[in-house]
Nanobody, 119 residues
Framework: QVQLVESGGGLVQAGGSLRLSCAAS????????MGWFRQVPGKEREFVAA????????YYADSVKGRFTISRDNAKNTVSLQMNSLKPEDTGVYYC????????????WGQGTQVTVSS
């Protein structure tokens, strides 16, 4: 079992930056692919970024490529999302998620952290 706790959300002006962090409990964190998703009211949750268990492979939604960077520290059981050049359309609740089977199915989810980008 893995528990995930996000932090770092907040209010920022367009063009600004935020760094989200996700702290994971459990000894098997280093074996999980990790991802970030976001959701706004009335819309489905959407993929933002993911990183392989080793950190070697990274994946991004087209809408955030070049602006967001995902990283992980397996020694500290953390995964981060550095968000630069933020846009109002980046507003939403951001969730950290873990794919225990590395098969594309995210089994573990955090409670989410709100990111609001003002224009």
């Amino acid at each position: 079992q893995v528990q995930l706790v996000e932090s770092g959300g907040g209010l920022v002006q367009a063009g600004g930056s935020l760094r989200l962090s996700c702290a994971a409990s459990g000894r098997t964190f280093s074996t999980y692919k990790m991802g970030w998703f976001r959701q706004v009211p009335g819309k489905e949750r959407e993929f933002v970024a993911a990183i392989s268990f080793s950190g070697y492979s990274k994946y991004y939604a087209d809408s955030v490529k070049g602006r967001f960077t995902i990283s992980r520290d397996n020694a500290k059981n953390t995964v981060s999302l550095q968000m630069n050049s933020l846009k109002p359309e980046d507003t939403g609740v951001y969730y950290c998620a873990g794919d225990g089977g590395n098969d594309g199915t995210y089994d573990y989810w955090g409670q989410g952290t709100q990111v609001t980008v003002s224009s």
